[in-house]
Every structure is written in structure tokens, then in C-alpha cells.
């Protein structure tokens, strides 16, 4: 499953959500994911894994950045079973 994230960093709280016309031009399911982590040497992107694997309840591995690795709109690929 392909999903479209928006992502925050430098947040409070980590969290994600489902977003239902974040970006209208994508067909993708959408999620706002705020982390905590700051965007230097890949740590946000490690904590949008984390953040990511936990909601959909899949290893870290099953997830997987396909672009957007440094920047804010990201297209994420989650392979496993989803619960």
C-alpha cells in the first residue's frame, strides 16, 4: 500500500493522522505525521518509520520512503499484513 505523508517535524506531540483532502491533486490515502525528531542526518525520516509501523502495527522494515527523502511531502510504501 502506497500513502502520501505530510510530514512535521520539530513537533510536540508525535502523532498520525488520516487526512481526508490534505493534497486533492493525489489519489493517495493521506496522513499528517508529526515527530519530534528534527529533519538532520535522516532522523525524522527514522522516526516517520517508527511513527508509521506503529499505526499500522508492521515491522519498521515494511516500511519504506519510495521519494521525498528530504522533503516535507513524502510517498511512503507499507508492505506486510495490516491489521
Given at each position: 500500500m502506497k500513502i502520501l505523508v505530510k510530514a512535521k517535524p520539530h513537533a510536540k506531540i508525535e502523532k498520525v493522522e488520516r487526512f481526508e483532502t490534505l493534497f486533492e491533486h493525489s489519489s493517495l490515502p493521506t496522513y499528517k505525521v508529526?515527530?519530534?525528531?528534527?529533519?538532520?542526518?535522516?532522523?525524522?525520516?527514522d522516526a516517520?518509520?517508527?511513527?508509521?509501523?506503529?499505526?499500522?502495527?508492521?515491522?519498521t522494515n515494511d516500511v519504506c520512503i519510495v521519494s521525498g527523502h528530504t522533503a516535507g511531502q513524502?510517498?511512503?510504501?507499507?508492505?506486510?499484513?495490516?491489521?
Open positions: 508529526s515527530v519530534k525528531a528534527a529533519p538532520t542526518d535522516g532522523k525524522a525520516n516517520i518509520i517508527r511513527a508509521l509501523a506503529d499505526h499500522f502495527k508492521v515491522r513524502k510517498i511512503i510504501e507499507i508492505s506486510g499484513p495490516l491489521l
